[in-house]
């Protein structure tokens, strides 16, 4: 069973920053490529970052680029994502996902961290 931790969440002001950490565990974990998505209130989940597990590629969306900054630590299974210059527009749910090799859908969800940004 894998499982994915999120840590780091908190309310900040606009021009703050946060680091989120998201740590897998489980005998079978052995993601291809790991993402952060957030769902702010009244609005759709939509992908943020991601980075692949092997070669750390990695992509963002607009809004994050330049702002936030995904990392990996393989020997501890966990991902981490540096948020600086947060805008009240980031306030959101922000969930960490693990895909397998050979996958296209994210198999393995975290219960999410919530993060507030006032402004």
């Known amino acids: 069973q894998v499982q994915l931790v999120e840590s780091g969440g908190g309310s900040v002001q606009a021009g703050g920053s946060l680091r989120l950490s998201c740590a897998g565990s489980?005998?079978?974990?052995?993601?291809?490529?790991m993402a952060w998505f957030r769902r702010a209130p009244g609005k759709e989940r939509e992908f943020v970052t991601s980075i692949t597990w092997s070669g750390g590629i990695t992509d963002y969306t607009n809004s994050a680029k330049g702002r936030f900054t995904i990392s990996k630590d393989n020997a501890k299974n966990t991902v981490y994502l540096q948020m600086n210059n947060l805008k009240p527009a980031d306030t959101a749910g922000y969930c960490c996902?693990?895909?397998?090799?050979?996958?296209?859908?994210?198999?393995?969800w975290g219960q999410g961290t919530q993060v507030t940004v006032s402004s």
């Open positions: 489980g005998r079978t974990f052995s993601p291809n490529a």
């Open positions: 996902t693990a895909r397998r090799a050979q996958e296209t859908a994210w198999q393995y």
